[in-house]
């Protein structure tokens, strides 16, 4: 099983749609959880970092569910700008990073 | 007023040949990384550096050397260069959260290096 594993997609949803992307990850010691956003020949972006309790920015709930190791990311009202490919990143370190990226889910936003 | 940099931004060379990639970040982490994405878009750690130290180092090639001459750099050194080796090689960095007191610690990423052995 690899150590973070995304939706396969693409995704292509209208514009103002709302799109979810579901994560899990292997090991039950990983300690921080984030989403980042990666355009084409760019470098990845952090979105937002992922909180026990689940958290909100504008359009974007990331949600953590340690029990069953699983993580999402919900996009309300889908614009153009969102099409990116959107990363899991789980921190499975102890003492330094260890920053394990999953493959990525590629969304694209259609007019 | 560039985070993290990378140069060269683009490196074309031929099959054995010898080369670095410079990265520089001027935010005051302690820790930097070397990521590799290959053509299936994959991003992998390579190397992980905590204040001049090695912490990880995945299973790479002992082609690729990994050097730290002080705590905002962190270069990259590849010898006898081979074909699968072309991909795009990002140089990273973060603040350890032993000492900044949270464990929230993103990583900022360089623009990429896009490296292609022909």
């Known amino acids: 099983r690899k150590e973070v594993e995304q939706d396969p997609g693409p995704f292509n949803v209208p514009e103002g749609a709302t799109v979810a992307f579901n994560c899990t990850y292997s090991?039950?010691?990983?300690?921080?959880f984030f989403w980042y956003r990666q355009d084409c020949r760019k470098e990845p972006k952090l979105l937002m970092s992922v909180y026990s309790s689940g958290n909100e920015d504008g359009r974007f709930t990331a949600q953590l569910n340690r029990a069953s190791q699983y993580i999402s990311l919900l996009i309300r009202d889908s614009k153009l700008s969102d099409s990116a490919t959107y990363l899991c990143v789980v921190n499975v370190g102890n003492y330094g990073q260890n920053f394990v990226f999953g493959p990525g889910t590629r969304l694209s936003v259609l007019p | 007023d560039t985070a993290v940099s990378q140069t060269p931004k683009y490196l074309v060379t031929q099959m054995g040949n010898d080369k670095s990639i410079k990265c520089e970040q001027n935010l005051g982490h302690d820790t930097m990384y070397w990521y590799k994405q290959d053509s299936k878009k994959f991003l992998k750690i390579m190397f992980s550096y905590n204040n001049k130290e090695l912490i990880i180092n995945e299973t790479v090639p002992n082609r690729f050397s990994p050097k730290s001459p002080d705590k905002a750099h962190l270069n990259l050194h590849i010898n006898s260069l081979e074909l699968g080796d072309s991909a795009v090689y990002f140089c990273a960095s973060s603040q350890d959260k032993g000492t900044s007191g949270g464990i929230y610690n993103e990583q900022f990423f360089g623009p990429g290096t896009r490296l292609t052995v022909l």
């Open positions: 090991n039950s010691a990983s300690q921080s």
